[in-house]
């Protein structure tokens, strides 16, 4: 069974910035994809950002140029650097991690963007 942790959410200023993280329980082994989603309330769950064990990554449309996603193997994290942030990225991120034929989630972290 594999726990993720996440950190990093809270309240910032449109325009502000935040970052994510999202621990694992133990070693990742490849082949692996892991990233974040996020849910607004009334909204289904979307994509944010993905990565891949060979480090490929991939963004929703409506992040990208924004968000940055990257990995620490020797500390078994990722993170979601958030730039330039705005209302409507409020929301729940989940982290996810994603084996062959097993799918993990974390518990969610709430960010919200708001002067």
């Known amino acids: 069974q594999v726990q993720l942790v996440e950190s990093g959410g809270g309240l910032v200023q449109p325009g502000g910035s935040l970052r994510l993280s999202c621990a694992t329980s133990?070693?990742?082994?490849?082949?692996?994809?892991m990233g974040w989603y996020r849910q607004a309330p009334g909204k289904q769950r979307e994509l944010v950002a993905t990565?891949?064990?060979?480090?490929?990554?991939n963004y929703g449309d409506s992040v990208k140029g924004r968000f940055t996603i990257s990995g620490d193997n020797a500390k078994n994290t990722v993170y979601l650097q958030m730039n330039s942030l705005k209302p409507e990225d409020t929301a729940v991120y989940y982290c996810?991690?994603?084996?062959?034929?097993?799918?993990?989630w974390g518990q969610g972290t709430q960010v919200t963007v708001s002067s």
């Open positions: 990565i891949t064990s060979s480090r490929s990554t």
């Open positions: 133990g070693k990742m082994i490849s082949p692996y994809i």
């Open positions: 996810n991690v994603r084996y062959p034929g097993v799918n993990y």
